[in-house]
């Protein structure tokens, strides 16, 4: 095999890596970067190659972009793709490795698609492959990708039970966003559980998780877990104060969604104290700003429920406290990220 050759697929993996490095935070640059290593894929010289090689790479790519097309919520256009990788992996030497790859990116889609027992049986076969390769760090990947859907499909005590036994198999060097990723899912099903002073205890170890990050949103995704923690506490101005700072890095960085999830947050916040006005008016702010940006028409919906609710006499506090609790539950859904 040529130089050229060479070059042209050590291309194409570092393109992949580039995706993959963007997959916590950027969807769109993940997007571009899988997009162009599935255009290089395509040029491939099968006789330069051979088919195995051309296959087996273009295999890859394909389950890598569907993954990417995942991640930006591009459900209908990650199928397609899925469905390319299947179709190359056949044609191809059959590597279990890459069947394993392909089977954990398949694994993700289903959950986004709300198959759960599907995807968390197919996390099974992941991680007793990659155990019976003696690949600790691959197997609890599986673990941990599986704590968390699980948590997701209403399951969290279960979820943190599996999260945990994946922590104990990961290599932090290797993957040390995933590790983040895996911390965070813990604090934060424990925080939808009440167990506040449990996640303050913890909160000095993990910092430097957060802290070792070279972009602002890990930290700011932990400003949000301490306003929850603060809320929760009853330590209203400290948590106020964080969630501001949240909400504002997070419309900075314009990412809607975790903006418009920690806004609800301070509605919760501000209703207990009894701050309605303020409540219905985020309420509208949130109703114009998804109107803009086209999200979520049953949000929107379930926004304008909120306003109303505030509207009503007597004060309605247990009716504002369930718009809030179903426009959460939405937004979780629709701007839910898996790693």
């Known amino acids: 095999m040529s130089n050229d050759s060479r070059d042209d697929l050590a291309r194409i993996h570092l393109l992949l890596d580039r995706s993959q490095a963007q997959r916590y935070d950027r969807p769109a640059e993940m997007v571009y970067a899988a997009e162009l290593a599935q255009a290089s894929a395509a040029h491939l010289d099968v006789e330069r190659y051979g088919e195995t090689t051309v296959a087996d790479t273009r295999a890859r790519v394909w389950a890598e972009l569907a993954n990417a097309y995942r991640v930006a919520d591009a459900l209908g256009l990650a199928e397609g793709a899925m469905n390319q990788a299947f179709g190359y992996f056949k044609a191809g030497s059959g590597d279990p490795e890459l069947l394993a790859l392909i089977a954990d990116r398949l694994a993700s889609l289903l959950c986004h698609l709300r198959r759960f027992p599907e995807a968390l049986a197919l996390l099974d076969h992941v991680f007793a492959f990659y155990r019976a390769r003696g690949e600790s760090h691959l197997a609890g990947r599986a673990l941990v990708t599986k704590g968390l859907y699980m948590a997701n499909s209403g399951d969290p005590d279960r979820g943190v039970l599996t999260t945990c036994d994946g922590l104990d198999l990961l290599d932090p060097q ?78 900075e960085a314009g990412l809607a969604f975790p903006a418009s999830m920690v806004a609800l947050d301070l509605a919760l916040l501000w209703l207990g104290e009894g701050r309605l006005a303020e409540v219905k008016s985020l309420a509208e702010e949130l109703i114009a700003s998804f109107q803009r940006l086209r999200i979520g028409r049953e949000a929107i919906v379930s926004l304008i429920m909120l306003r109303r609710a505030c509207e009503m006499e007597g004060q309605a506090i247990e009716k504002i406290r369930e718009a809030i609790a179903k426009t959460t539950a939405i937004l979780q859904e629709l701007g839910s990220r898996k790693p």
């Open 174 to 251: 290797r993957e040390p966003l995933l590790t983040l990723a895996a911390v965070h899912n813990l604090l934060w099903v424990a925080t939808e559980m009440g167990r506040f002073d449990l996640v303050r205890r913890f909160l000095p170890a993990v910092r430097p998780l957060y802290d070792a990050q070279p972009n602002r949103l890990a930290l700011l995704r932990l400003r949000w877990i301490e306003g929850r923690v603060a809320a929760g506490l009853g330590e209203t101005p400290e948590g106020e104060a964080l969630f501001q700072e949240a909400r504002a890095g997070f419309d």
